[in-house]
């Protein structure tokens, strides 16, 4: 069965309770989780990788860079910069999960940054059920959950060898 990635930046990827979302997210929705605990290899990823993804789910304030160990708002902008540079592409969904309580009690927070919030201390199940929902929602992932047997072929081995890699998955959809 095929299984939706969604792109998740976290800086805390390491924590337990962010592992237990991990694995929560992962079973409930069917998905695998991309991870990154910084936005400059976050948006490395999405240039060679967006049409393999069908959502996101990105952190406030991440690092933005391995070397820049230090949360920032920028990282965040960062990143939806590069997805709407490249929603010609793959268009993607994505969300906030965030546990600095001053941007969930934002009223204003989803219009201005046009996505959903989550705080990770009071909305986990919440946001789980979310990450359902956006890929739900994506036409790539609709086309691939209808037409499975025909995207079969990306796991098919022969010789202990993949018989199409996956990066021409996005040229059949």
């Known amino acids: 069965m095929y299984k939706a990635k969604v792109l998740w930046v976290e800086n805390d990827i390491n924590l337990p309770e962010m ?3 991990k694995a929560l997210v992962e079973s409930k929705n069917n998905v695998e989780l991309v991870p990154f605990t910084n936005s400059t290899e976050a ?33 965040f902008n960062q990143v939806t910069n590069k997805l709407n540079e490249l929603k010609n592409r793959n268009e993607l969904e994505y969300f906030v999960f965030s546990g600095k309580g001053k941007y969930s009690r934002d009223q204003n927070f989803e ?23 956006i890929v739900e929602r994506h036409n790539s992932y609709k086309i691939k959950k209808r037409f499975a047997e ?12 993949k018989v199409l890699p996956i990066q021409f998955e996005p040229k059949l959809v």
């Open 111 to 133: 219009s201005v940054y046009n996505c959903k919030i989550f705080d990770k201390n009071h909305e986990i199940v919440k946001a789980i059920s979310y990450v359902g929902i």
């Open 150 to 161: 025909a995207f079969s072929i990306f796991d098919t081995e022969w010789q202990g060898e």
């Open 43 to 75: 948006c490395q990823y999405l240039e060679n990788n967006i049409e393999l993804l069908s959502g996101a789910i990105l952190d406030m304030e991440s690092f933005p860079s391995a070397e820049h160990q230090i949360e920032n708002p920028g990282s």
């Open 19 to 21: 592992q237990n979302f």
